[in-house]
């Protein structure tokens, strides 16, 4: 679709993207001058979008990023939830999300109507979300969380409130096991790390002995339990960087290899596969973005992300609880 509307601008500019990557990377650059734009990436993003992006993070960093700006146009190059988090801090300015239809399998577990009887089921609990939802189960929610602070934020909660956490049962396991406090769970998971091989990791532990296992706690229990270390994908990339281990195997999307690589050099990464060896522990929305994509929506200034004024500042205020309590 996107494509098919190259032929018809009739802007008099290019009709296509420069086909030499080197040439795609100067045009995003003037591109991005033109607009004042800045482009944030998430760490699962392609290794090219990584390298033209002014700033690559985790879901918080991001939002912190997007919060702090003063750029006019913001070119989320992640996922829907991620790119909609930004609009819901930024109303005046234009968000920009190369492929609108880069969803999220979490998101998509949990629609906006079950999780308002879900909490309505509960009316004692504190509903606390993890970030990767919609704007419409945000706005149902007390609370937001990423992987990154989500222990922390709970551990803050009054003592005699029960908690609802979702929509992420895995990370909501791992948050109860860290922080002590009982949570309610929605029944929700990633698809791409409940895809990850218990096989293929115990072979790469074997051949290997020596090597650190990182892995993002949206990873199953019986994953985590063979874990070393366990945090949000930046957190990952910081214990690489400390750690005296010689080597990594890393349970969690393939994209932050590129980082890890970049801050590492020198010591081996290897990352596990999903069961039968399928490719499938490489996030399909994520990868939906590619370059030109992101060239065609610096030019196009769309797709945008919009959204009802009203839900965007019932939506605002459980992320701005988040943004208040980890700082
Ligand atoms: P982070 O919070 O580590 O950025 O993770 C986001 C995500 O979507 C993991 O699948
Ligand atoms: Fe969503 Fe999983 Fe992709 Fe993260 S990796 S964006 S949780 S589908």
């Given at each position: ?42 760490y ?69 109507d ?64 860290q ?5 309610t ?65 890393v ?18 990464f290897f ?12 996030c ?44």
């Amino acid at each position: 679709m996107v494509f098919a509307a190259i032929q018809n601008t009739g802007t008099g500019s290019v009709a296509s993207p420069p086909r030499h990557p080197q040439d795609l990377r100067a045009d995003i650059e003037r591109l991005r001058r033109e607009r004042n734009a800045v482009i944030l990436a998430h760490y699962y993003q392609d290794d090219a979008i990584q390298d033209v992006a002014d700033f690559i993070g985790d879901s918080l960093e991001l939002a912190r990023k997007a919060a702090s700006t003063d750029a006019d146009v913001i070119v989320f190059c992640g996922v829907h939830f991620m790119a909609e988090t930004a609009k819901i801090l930024n109303p005046t300015k234009t968000v920009l999300l190369p492929d609108l239809a880069a969803g999220c399998s979490l998101a998509d577990a949990c629609p906006a109507d079950a999780f308002a009887a879900f909490r309505a089921e509960h009316p004692e609990h504190i509903a606390v979300s993890y970030i990767n939802c919609s704007a419409a189960v945000k706005a149902h929610s007390d609370l937001i969380c990423t992987s990154s602070n989500a222990v922390d934020l709970v551990k803050q909660l009054p003592a005699d409130r029960p908690i609802l956490f979702g929509p992420d049962e895995n990370l909501g396991r791992w948050v109860q096991a860290q922080s002590g406090r009982e949570l309610t769970l929605w029944p929700g998971s990633c698809q791409v790390h409940v895809a990850f091989s218990e096989q293929a990791l115990l072979q790469l532990k074997l051949e290997h002995p020596e090597a650190e296992v990182l892995a993002h706690p949206e990873c199953q229990q019986h994953l985590l339990d063979l874990a070393d270390f366990i945090g949000s994908t930046s957190k990952l990339l910081h214990r690489a960087e400390a750690s005296p281990a010689q080597s990594f195997i890393v349970l969690t999307e393939p994209g932050i290899l590129h980082q890890m690589r970049l801050k590492v050099p020198g010591k081996p990464f290897f990352e596990v596969p999903g069961a039968d060896g399928c490719s499938c522990n490489a996030c399909p929305y994520m990868r939906l973005n590619t370059l030109e994509k992101l060239w065609l929506c610096l030019r196009d200034m769309a797709p945008a992300i919009e959204m009802d004024e009203a839900l965007r500042q019932r939506a605002l205020a459980p992320i701005q609880r988040m943004l208040e309590m980890s700082r």
